[in-house]
């Protein structure tokens, strides 16, 4: 076969339909054919220039980082009282009110448990509001080495906050060098015991033994979170009174605590001028304070042994206590988790030594 009658591979588009119009010739056909090889349409070299793109931008961002290092913003400098000696080194402090004693003694065992705690020779306080308690049944089902505890039969108001805040205030020249607050039946004890040993030192400050993360906006008056509300100001004011500022620092957040269960040391908890506990224990005694009354209520059921300030003030220990560093609020793992790859004890807690 002629090869001469085969049609070329290539027939450029022909400028019309018109059949009968002569093609015009490419006068330089070489030139178009390397002008074409030329062409960087391959997705290769796209590639390639994208990766040499990204390398320098990586590039420069090292060179920034080693240039002008950044530092994360350093710890606030909470107000300590270095000065005071404390009589123990662990105090437990246990809120009671219709739990059964099995539930009391289980909750007692576990913090046997943890050598942490059993080497501090802890001192046992327990408060019940039940009326009808029976308090030498109490007292039997306390395990051996925390026993004779203290135990008191208290008004049936406030929930465990008040609880707290009584014992704080009729214990302030007699507080152990850490306290440990805790509810007769704790949540997540399965959790709880992890936390505590793993978290836990000498040099705690304060150690929530809640959910951890959720805070509000210092500038903000109202506060919240899914569960509950708070529009009086009260958060910020006592962040404010227990920090001894004026104002809120740019950007701050008050972290919230729950549960009501934490530790906390003496030098944190004297730290907090006296007067600020004693504002909200007596809000909690007095039946005419604006808290048990509207507008504060907003609606919602009021009721003296659980009041609605009662939640507010569950919210408010990290802050009654100083604590609302950026690394517990953002790098505390869940109790679940218990702990993060490469975390360290700081990150649930707010330590004395800053």
């Not at 591979?9 to 015009?24: H, K, T």
């Not at 913090?111 to 308090?135: E, G, M, Q, V």
């Amino acid at each position: 076969m002629d090869i001469h009658s085969q049609p070329p591979i290539y027939q450029p588009v022909q400028p019309n339909d018109n059949d009968d119009d002569e093609e015009e010739e490419d006068p330089n056909p070489t030139a178009g054919r390397l002008s074409l090889l030329q062409q960087p349409t391959t997705p290769t070299s796209r590639s390639l220039k994208v990766l040499t793109i990204l390398t320098t931008l990586l590039w420069l961002l090292s060179l920034s980082l080693i240039l002008f290092p950044t530092t994360p913003p350093p710890r606030t400098r909470p107000n300590l009282d270095l000065t005071y000696k404390p009589e123990s080194s662990l105090d437990i402090v246990i809120s009671m009110y219709s739990e059964p004693l099995p539930q009391l003694t289980s909750t007692l065992s576990l913090l046997l448990s943890l050598p942490t705690l059993t080497l501090l020779r802890p001192r046992l306080f327990i408060y019940t509001k039940n009326y009808h308690a029976d308090l030498d049944a109490i007292a039997n089902s306390i395990p051996a080495p925390l026993s004779p505890a203290s135990i008191t039969l208290k008004p049936n108001i406030g929930r465990e906050s008040e609880t707290y805040l009584h014992h704080i205030l009729s214990h302030w020249d007699t507080l152990g060098n850490h306290t440990l607050f805790l509810q007769a039946e704790t949540h997540n004890p399965r959790e709880l015991r992890p936390r505590i040993r793993d978290y836990f030192g000498k040099d705690t400050g304060f150690l929530p033994l809640g959910f951890a993360g959720y805070t509000c906006p210092c500038a903000a008056k109202t506060c919240g979170d899914r569960f509950w509300s708070d529009a009086s100001g009260v958060v910020q004011s006592t962040y404010l009174k227990a920090s001894r500022r004026e104002t809120c620092p740019t950007d701050a957040g008050v972290l919230l605590s729950y549960k009501g269960q934490f530790v906390a040391s003496a030098a944190r908890i004297r730290g907090t001028e006296r007067g600020v506990y004693e504002e909200l224990y007596g809000l909690f005694g007095d039946e005419e304070s604006w808290v048990h009354k509207e507008p504060y209520l907003a609606g919602r059921k009021e009721d003296v042994s659980a009041p609605v300030f009662g939640y507010t003030v569950e919210r408010m220990w990290a802050a009654l206590l100083q604590c609302s560093e950026r690394e517990v609020v953002r790098g505390c793992p869940s109790l679940v988790s218990g702990w993060r790859r490469g975390g360290s004890r700081g990150d649930c807690q707010c330590f004395d030594h800053v």
